[in-house]
């Protein structure tokens, strides 16, 4: 039996990518909640967000690099 590591490499850096933001959001937004109040984890869930925007931005140019490079290959 063939097992591909590539797509268990790739399932297991999704989860922990995945992981890290539930924490980040859930964890920290909501001590930022306790601590501070209603507005302030408001703002601090806004601050995450438009922080995320460029990681999104540069991972979605990564990931159109890698399809370019796929299908670049096929010739």
């Known amino acids: 039996m063939s097992r591909d590591m590539r797509k268990y490499s790739r399932q297991t850096t999704i989860g922990l990518i995945i ?3 539930l924490i980040l959001f859930i964890v ?3 001590l930022i909640y306790l601590i501070y109040g209603q507005g302030a984890a408001y703002s601090g869930l806004a601050c995450l967000l438009f922080g995320l925007i460029p990681i999104g931005i540069i991972a979605l ?3 159109f690099l890698g399809w370019i ?3 670049a290959d096929r010739d």
């Open 19 to 21: 992981g890290a933001l």
């Open 28 to 30: 920290g937004d909501g």
């Open 61 to 63: 140019f990564l990931w």
């Open 69 to 71: 490079a796929k299908r």
